[in-house]
Nanobody
């Protein structure tokens, strides 16, 4: 049974930091990419950061967010600094294999004073 367990979301003030984690288990295929997407109310889901080699970031988070992976633990992290209200969204963990992709259930990040 495939599980993607996300943690680390919550409420933070503007300028604050959060660290998201996503631990994947039960995936029998080799993992090519791991990353994060987000979806704000009324908007489409968008890529935030992907790690499949050289990390790729959305322009809106470059210089503020950092993605990292622990391949031994099949875990991906997203360090989010200098958070802004426009970063408020549900963040989804993504895992890509040669045969299919997997999504986490989503975790809420709210940036508000």
């Amino acid at each position: 049974q495939v599980q993607l367990v996300e943690s680390g979301g919550g409420l933070v003030q503007p300028g604050g930091s959060l660290r998201l984690s996503c631990a994947a288990s039960g995936i029998i295929f080799s993992i090519n990419t791991m990353g994060w997407y987000r979806q704000a109310p009324g908007k489409q889901r968008e890529m935030v950061a992907i790690s499949g080699g050289i990390p790729n970031y959305a322009d809106s988070v470059k210089g503020r967010f950092t993605i990292s992976r622990d391949n031994a633990k099949n875990t991906v992290y997203l360090q989010m600094n200098s958070l802004k209200p426009e970063d408020t969204a549900v963040y989804y963990c993504y895992v890509g294999t040669p045969f299919r992709s997997y999504w986490g259930q989503g975790i809420q990040v709210t940036v508000s004073s």
